[in-house]
């Protein structure tokens, strides 16, 4: 018994009782709604995955409204604005929400609230992208979509809000959407535009990965929302057919990454925490992006778990939101 409960401390903080219920739910609905030959149940993730509508009318300070990119694949996004004037323009921050790559939406309610909270913390404008879902779609589908969002607001005159300032951009998500941010990062670099400036990439516990176990993978392995049992069911249902998580989208500073060395690369921040067990591979990434000589920051909390910006009873998610805004502030500054 003394050595199950020192293995528990190890892999996991004490947590608040609603942290602790919608963790365990979240997961177990995941579980629940996989299936071994690496599709999804939708209409079973649908019962737990609640979904939050749009708002002209302000709620909490911003209001929402649903933009649509592409019908023929269904790419749209929820543009969220902050109702406060303060006299200026505000940055937009282009964000891609988490679930592996297969799960969740743009509406679905934890990452309205989210999207919400930062779009009045930060006073900034944030385009949530709703892209497409694997394993219907597999990689680079979601990488498209990020690029197409990219050129979509960058012609989106008459659209935009007047008071978005398309020069002061930033891509951002959290776990598979932090991977998606670094990736739409680097297929701008495909494409000259016109009105937006990319100056910054906000990766939240981003989820990147390779055919090596970790040192942090194999102690944490059981942490509150990732397994290794989950990762390699999602990395599979992710890449495409016949890859190993080799695949540059994977490990993009592995064997058969990307060089990034000449490209123009933003300013990025990398937020890890102590329980995650994905940490190594976020850490490695950071140390790839200064090895390219790009500006890169680590911020580390020890006591917090995957997911943990997502709770504002949290300490570190107050702390992730100064610590994001520190830096929208610093590379707006800086242009």
């Not at 282009?94 to 909270?117: E, L």
């Amino acid at each position: 018994m003394k050595e199950m409960m020192s293995h528990r401390c190890r892999v996991s903080p004490k947590l608040p009782w609603k942290v602790r219920l919608f963790v365990s739910t979240m997961s177990f609905a995941v579980d629940l709604s996989r299936r071994s030959n690496f599709t999804v149940n939708r209409t079973l993730m649908n019962l737990f995955d609640f979904k939050s509508s749009a708002s002209q009318k302000p709620v909490d300070g911003v209001k929402s409204s649903d933009i649509v990119v592409d019908t023929t694949c269904n790419l749209w996004f929820r543009l969220y604005t902050p109702t406060s004037s303060h006299g200026g323009t505000f940055p937009v921050i282009v964000f891609f929400h988490g679930g592996g790559f297969s799960f969740m939406a743009a509406n679905s309610k934890p990452y309205d609230d989210f999207c919400r909270r930062l779009a009045r913390e930060l006073s900034a404008i944030i385009i949530s992208v709703n892209y497409r879902l694997s394993p219907e779609h597999r990689c680079p589908s979601q990488y498209e979509d990020g690029l197409k969002v990219l050129k979509f607001i960058d012609e989106w005159e008459g659209l935009i809000p007047i008071n978005a300032n398309l020069k002061h951009c930033f891509v951002g998500g959290d776990s598979a959407g932090g991977n998606l941010a670094h990736h739409a990062a680097v297929k701008a670099n495909e494409h000259k535009f016109h009105n937006l400036k990319l100056i910054g990439v906000i990766a939240i516990q981003p989820f990147f990965g390779g055919e090596e176990r970790t040192e942090s993978e194999i102690k944490l392995d059981g942490a509150p929302l990732v397994t290794m049992e989950l990762t390699d069911w999602t990395w599979k249902a992710f890449l495409p057919q016949g890859s190993d998580r080799d695949h540059p989208a994977a490990n993009v500073f592995g064997p058969n990454a990307v060089d990034l060395g000449d490209m123009k690369f933003p300013a990025t921040i990398v937020f890890v925490g102590g329980f995650d067990p994905l940490q190594d591979w976020q850490k490695r990434y950071v140390e790839g992006l200064k090895k390219c000589g790009k500006e890169a920051y680590l911020v580390e909390y020890p006591n917090a778990i995957h997911s943990f910006y997502a709770y504002p009873e949290l300490p570190e998610s107050s702390w992730f939101i100064d610590e994001t805004r520190d830096f929208v502030q610093k590379q707006m500054a800086n242009m």
